[in-house]
């Protein structure tokens, strides 16, 4: 029995008809007794074996998606003709199902009905309303050169310093939306139309020469340079300083639910916006602590099973590359435990006071940053 949604309802109260006979039971055979059918059954509601004889015998058939790397609509993108690559959502094709139901990682296409989850026809015919809506606001900002989501009306693109790449494809292999393609010799070739400035290129890019106009390296750059950072002899503010790089889709409102239900946390704490985990690169959490800072959190989405993430995989990628930094804190003499990334969803707010101040502890139980003052 399958009653998604507002079907439950009709499911029980079907529950309530005279001369309609449910069960619940494993059918162990279905045979022929003389006009009719008999369909027998083990482990009923009441711990038994039971047969019962029908007219017709319906199977009910579970809804199995078509992978969605399936090449059904053989679009012309380096990750492969199907609609994305990977499977987070078990074969159905949405990009974010709980905040941009519909958009799927190409930019362009919107998916309604039985692609993205089981759905019945009629909610199919209300669905397919909703995806072309969407489609509607795609053209409108693709034909006044804006993006289209999620940072819509942005109208600055990704640029890059071809004369330092070192066609590594690390940006071609991590753009989420495959905006980016690459010539024989791997340098990328950006496709703007497909692109929703989420950064993940930039964070992910070694030489660091990727960057968007009112958001690159030097601006975030600049912003952690900015931040003061107190010399243990400096007694008008706390000794300790700690950087966190919030993620501005959940993790920022967040912070701002916190803030209006009035709950505070560690007065050392200092944050900087970012469009996405994956656009962090590395750089900014060196120079924060090669300037004196104590530890230095990333503030994003969940990812894995119960992923949230806007960008798809932006936190996922935050998180490798986090595990990949401990070389470079080696490089520093630093302890690992001095960069750590948490993970909220947009209603854990309450819990945000607590993730931040059992942070700042590690932090105070290792000492200050031994380049603090240098
Ligand atoms: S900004 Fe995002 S969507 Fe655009 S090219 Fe970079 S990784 Fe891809
Ligand atoms: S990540 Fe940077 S260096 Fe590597 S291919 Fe892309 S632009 Fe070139």
Redesign the pocket.
Known sequence: MRTPGLSENFYKSIQQTPGIFLTKGEVTNVSKNGNTLAVAASNTLLGENIQVNADMVVLATGMVPVTVDDPVVNLAYRQGPGFRDNAIFNGYADSNFICFPYETQRTGIYAAGAIRRALTVEESVEDATGAALKAIQCIESVNRGVSVHPRSGDMTFPE?FFQ?????????EECPFGALDDDEK???KPNPARCRRCGT?MG????R??GFADYNIDSIGSMVKSVKVPSSDDYSEPPMRILGLVCENDALPALDMAALNKLSYSADVRLIPVRCLGSVNVIWIKDALSQGMDGVFLLGCKHGDDYQCHFVKGSELASIRMKKIGEALASLALENERVAQFEVAIDDYHTLPKIINDFVEIIEGLGPNPFKGF
């Open positions: 890059f330092r790449c070192t066609q590594c494809k690390r940006c071609t791997g340098t990328p290129c992910a890019c070694p030489e020469i990727i």
